[in-house]
Structure formats: C-alpha cells, structure tokens
C-alpha cells in the first residue's frame, strides 16, 4: 500500500515580548508535511527551538530590537530559519554577493550570544572564514539549529560586525 501524502497545519502564534527593545511581533505559521502513518500528536511533540534575533545595533536607549521565531529542532539551517521570516541576514554587500548558503563567502556571519550547545559543532567552511573571530561567531549557512533531540532558546546577534 503506497503511503499518501498530508499537510498537517498548526494556527499561527505570536510571540510578543513587553520590552520597548522589541522591534515588532512576528507571527509564525508552522507546516508539517507526513506521511499518513504520523499522527498529529507525534508531530507536535518534537523539540522547539526558540529562536531571538538582535537587531544589528542598538536603538537611542541602548537596546537592541528583537525579531523571534522557532523551528523543530534539528531540521533547519538559521540562515533557512532567517530567510523564511524575513529576519535580516546579510549587511549590504551581503545581499549582493552571497554564495546562496553553500559555506564560501561568509558574508552570513552571526554571533551566537546564548544557546551555543543546541547548535552543531562549527564545520570546516566556519573554521576557514571563522579562524581569527571569536568562536561564539558561526556562519549561518553552516549553523543547524537543534539535534532532534533538544529544545532550548538561541539568541542570535545578526551582523555581529557592526557592533560598536
């Protein structure tokens, strides 16, 4: 009997945040695709990760604005998590010339603030472009969030680069 094919979908959630360091609340839709073996309650008991993203400087008050997401754990590169919520990657140069995630420009760098033991260990393309910067420093296009197995909180400082 051939397996078939459904979409599984969760209602949006925000997640909002009281600080005025918040830029705006981004809703997430969250899609699942299976096989018609998987029940619901399967899919919706894997690992989360929580995702925040500091905007690349502070406002006037020294905040930084954040942007949130998540993502099931171990599936999804952050520069995939980034794109699909329109989270701000790539500084100026960056959104010009990239190399479309395949690890050869690190023009995608990040800074990994909190949560760097939910993330894969860096790869040889980070050790490459990476060697001179701190090691909380990871190329996005290189980082998976999760292992399949965790959930947690990453904080993530985009455009490390133009801190002051």
């Not at 998987?38 to 006037?60: N, R, Y």
Request: glycine share 6%.
């Amino acid at each position: 009997m051939a397996a078939t094919s459904s979409l599984f979908s969760f209602s949006p959630f925000t997640f909002s945040h009281s600080s005025p360091s918040v830029k705006t609340n981004r809703s997430v839709r969250v899609s699942v695709s299976s096989n018609a073996s998987a029940s619901s309650s399967e899919i919706a008991s894997k690992p989360q990760i929580e995702l925040e993203f500091l905007g690349p400087k502070p406002k006037d008050d020294g905040t930084y604005p954040v942007d949130k997401a998540a993502a099931i754990s171990g599936e999804k590169l952050l520069r995939s998590i980034m794109l699909d919520n329109k989270i701000e990657l790539y500084a100026a140069y960056g959104k010009v010339m990239n190399c479309s995630g395949v690890g050869n420009c690190g023009t995608c760098i990040v800074e990994i603030v909190d949560g760097k033991e939910l993330l894969n260990e860096r790869t040889n393309a980070e050790n490459r472009y990476l060697k001179k910067k701190p090691e909380s420093w990871r190329l996005a296009c290189q980082t998976i969030v999760g292992n399949k197995e965790n959930s947690g909180k990453v904080v993530v400082q985009r455009l490390p680069q133009w801190k002051k």
